[in-house]
């Protein structure tokens, strides 16, 4: 393709890394990814897919932006207070990168919806903060054959893992089931240091683009783990559960999305 001289600006640390260059931008441009969550988690990653240049970013999010929000969710503004985070995160992308095209979901994910709303995307982001949904975008994902990475945050502690259709385990392969309500607490209880989803989020960003590239290795068969008090890191290698897994497995018995598999943690 022919970049304008506005791109070549742009892009032009892109067009200089080995890897990348005007094909790996052309790639980015013709990409689309899902990132569902405008919070703390899809705070960075739109950020940095819409500065990439990833050509479409949609964004699904039914929630309204809160005071409480902007101690991470740093896409949205005080005057974004009361706003639909998908549309102020659209607003936001447009101000980064202009030739981004964004498709706003002002909704949750449901086992209704999630099918229709991740056709046609290339990756799928998890930045969502509950159980009940990571195991519906998980599921979605797997029936579909979509590639996604997940990424989960509490207190001063993150993890990352990136699921490939047929490259590895599912999140259900690890986590196996939706704890039972009460069990866990959510980062609203326990608190949460704004910083830590922006860190776990970039590398949500970092295995988008290094997917939609075919750069690197991915966490596939990985979980990337961050403890932001000892500032450590560890990548832990996780098996594929043949047997057991009840929607990648050979037993499998969850062969569509039904809503009465995923009640709100």
């Not at 054959?145 to 690890?174: D, I, L, N, S, W």
């Not at 949460?192 to 922006?198: A, D, E, F, Q, R």
């Not at 590239?213 to 596939?220: D, I, K, Q, V, Y």
């Amino acid at each position: 393709m022919e970049f304008s001289e506005e791109q070549r600006a742009r892009y032009s640390r892109h067009f200089s890394l080995e890897g990348v260059g005007e094909e790996g931008q052309e790639k980015l441009l013709c990409s689309k990814v899902l990132v569902i969550g405008a919070g703390g988690l899809g705070t960075p990653v739109l950020m940095y897919l819409a500065a990439a240049g990833v050509g479409t970013i949609g964004i699904a999010d039914g929630d309204r932006v809160d005071l409480s929000n902007l101690q991470r969710q740093v896409i949205h503004g005080t005057s974004d207070t009361g706003v639909f985070k998908a549309e102020s995160a659209g607003r936001r992308i447009q101000e980064i990168n202009p030739e981004v095209k964004t498709v706003l979901f002002r909704e949750q994910v449901t086992a209704e919806n999630i099918m229709d709303m991740i056709s046609g995307y290339d990756f799928v982001i998890d930045a969502v903060d509950n159980f009940a949904a990571k195991f519906l975008i998980n599921d979605a994902c797997v029936l579909a054959g979509k590639p996604f990475c997940h990424a989960g945050v509490r207190e001063f502690y993150g993890q990352a893992m990136t699921y490939v259709p047929g490259e590895g385990p599912c999140y259900r392969c690890v986590f196996e089931e939706i704890p039972p309500e009460g069990e866990t607490d959510g980062s609203s209880r326990r608190g949460i240091l704004g910083t830590i989803p922006g860190i776990l989020g970039s590398v949500q960003a970092l295995e988008a683009q290094k997917y939609l590239l075919g750069l690197g290795e991915l966490l596939t068969g990985k979980i990337f783990t961050f403890d932001g008090l000892a500032m450590k890191c560890r990548t832990v290698s996780v098996e594929k559960s043949s047997e057991d897994c009840r929607v990648c497995g050979p037993h499998r018995d969850i062969l569509e999305m039904k809503e009465v598999n995923y009640r709100i943690c």
